[in-house]
């Protein structure tokens, strides 16, 4: 998420990259309707998960600047991403400074 000042005349631009191919790497497999005989926490592929984010992450990002043609007066970027490591990762491939990039 960008964060910046607005004016009434700016718009919202969102993007929630997920194309559902990596749905084994992280997920519960017995939540919701799936009762098996599967684990019964969570299951994570670490190695996995913080490639796809750190791949996927600076292209959405690129992609969403393209998108409104310009690099906005960004003041904070944050990111819904739980991983210190990989918002510090993502952080610096995409040039953002250390104090403009939120973990909370």
């Given at each position: 998420m960008l964060?910046?000042?607005?004016?009434?005349?700016?718009?919202?631009?969102i993007s929630a990259y997920s194309d559902g191919s990596g749905?084994?790497?992280i997920m519960f497999p017995n939540s919701g309707t799936r009762v098996s005989d599967e684990a019964k926490h969570v299951v994570m592929n670490g190695?996995?998960?913080?490639s796809f984010a750190?791949?996927?992450?600076?292209?959405?990002l690129s992609a969403i600047l393209e998108f409104i043609g310009r690099r906005p007066r960004t003041w904070?970027?944050?990111?819904?991403?739980?991983?210190k490591m990989i918002i510090d990762f993502i952080a610096k491939r995409c040039g953002i400074p250390?104090?403009?990039s939120l973990f909370a």
């Open positions: 964060i910046e000042a607005a004016t009434p005349d700016d718009s919202l631009v749905h084994r790497q190695f996995e998960v913080f750190t791949k996927t992450a600076p292209e959405t904070m970027l944050c990111f819904h991403q739980a991983n250390h104090e403009k």
